[in-house]
């Protein structure tokens, strides 16, 4: 098995552990406040993943505390507005909300380099912001305020996605994205003392979430995800992750019974079809079609 199907592989399982953690998270919601729920996840995130990595946290110098910090408020803002919105709106429907980050990230970066950005990456933004529509908006074109906010949060997702290349190829990966999971924590615990009540939660329900949220969509996902995409191709990694929504869409209904209507199942296929017109490099992967008919 080369390195780049061992990639690929790894980079699935991340997908498919993100999309569970839409319902787990909105489970969870019902037993914990919003930034009680961060704190808790992202504190023992950080904390598991310093012991695993502790040779790695042992070489941290002020450049990777100083980029860290930065990308971790990026993603702690892009978590609160998530986490915030689940309590409103349903898993499903947070999933392909969420994905819409990946069809931001080429707007973005095309904007911040001063570049036109490509025909597929307009075309893509078109198609997904469409498809957006028919999937938030009631029949009086209202947004849920849930959708608003997990909106936001895809807004985030972006910049982070964008910050996160931009630093991590000048720092320790591990070590980076670390001390992101550990800002994350150490602020959701400044806004849980400061705006809620917070609990230690009871049951075994709760914390099997909690773990499986903490050790594999949060530590285990990061650091796979910035070690892994070393040895697959752009083309790769952006056909798996559009497979996030779907995985969100399909557990919510595997755990909760979630069912979108045909205008939100329409409005789905156009926020991936978007997801992928915009990412994948359609004439590269046309050319190595045809040298493989030939």
Same mark, same amino acid.
């Given at each position: 098995? &080369? ?6 592989? @790894? =980079?699935?399982?991340v997908?498919? /552990? ?8 909105k489970?969870?919601?019902? $037993? ?8 808790? !996840?992202f504190? =023992? ?12 946290? !042992?070489?941290?110098? !002020? ?14 803002t892009a978590?609160?507005?998530q986490?915030?919105? =689940? ?8 999933g392909?909300?969420?994905g819409?980050?990946v ?14 950005? $490509?025909?597929?990456a307009?075309?893509?933004? %078109?198609?997904? /912001? ?23 949060c895809?807004?985030?997702? @972006?910049?982070?996605? =964008?910050a /996160?290349?931009?630093? &991590?190829?000048?720092?320790d ?5 670390i001390?992101?999971?550990a800002t ?9 003392f ?8 009871r049951?075994?329900? /709760?914390?099997?979430?909690?773990? %499986?949220?903490?050790?594999?969509? &949060?530590?285990? @996902? ?19 992750? &559009? ?5 969100? @869409?399909l ?10 209507s045909? !205008? ?31």
């Amino acid at each position: 098995m &080369t390195k780049q199907i061992k990639a690929d592989l @790894a =980079l699935l399982m991340v997908t498919i /552990v993100w999309g569970s953690s839409f319902i787990l998270s909105k489970n969870t919601l019902d $037993h914990l406040s919003t930034y009680n729920f961060l704190a808790i !996840r992202f504190i =023992l995130a950080a904390a598991l993943s310093s012991l695993v990595f502790y040779k790695n946290m !042992r070489q941290i110098n !002020r450049t990777t505390l100083k980029y860290g910090v930065l990308i971790g408020l990026i993603l702690f803002t892009a978590y609160a507005f998530q986490t915030i919105g =689940l309590n409103y709106t349903t898993a499903s429907k947070s999933g392909f909300i969420t994905g819409f980050a990946v069809v931001i990230v080429p707007i973005f970066s095309a904007l911040l380099l001063k570049q036109r950005p $490509h025909n597929k990456a307009i075309l893509g933004v %078109i198609c997904a /912001v469409i498809g957006l529509g028919f999937l938030t908006l009631d029949a009086h074109f209202a947004l849920n305020i849930g959708d608003i906010y997990t909106l936001v949060c895809a807004f985030m997702f @972006a910049f982070h996605i =964008l910050a /996160v290349g931009k630093y &991590t190829v000048k720092v320790d990966s591990i070590a980076l994205g670390i001390i992101q999971i550990a800002t994350v924590g150490i602020l959701s615990s400044i806004f849980t003392f400061s705006l809620e009540s917070p609990i230690i939660p009871r049951g075994t329900e /709760v914390w099997t979430s909690i773990f %499986i949220l903490a050790i594999l969509a &949060t530590s285990g @996902a990061y650091i796979i995800q910035n070690t892994m995409q070393k040895f697959t191709s752009p083309t790769h990694t952006a056909l798996i992750y &559009t497979g996030e929504p779907v995985f969100a @869409a399909l557990f919510a209904y595997l755990l909760a019974g979630e069912i979108l209507s045909s !205008r939100g199942i329409f409005g789905s296929i156009l926020i991936l079809s978007g997801m992928m017109i915009s990412e994948v490099d359609w004439a590269i992967l046309f050319k190595k079609q045809k040298s493989l008919s030939h």
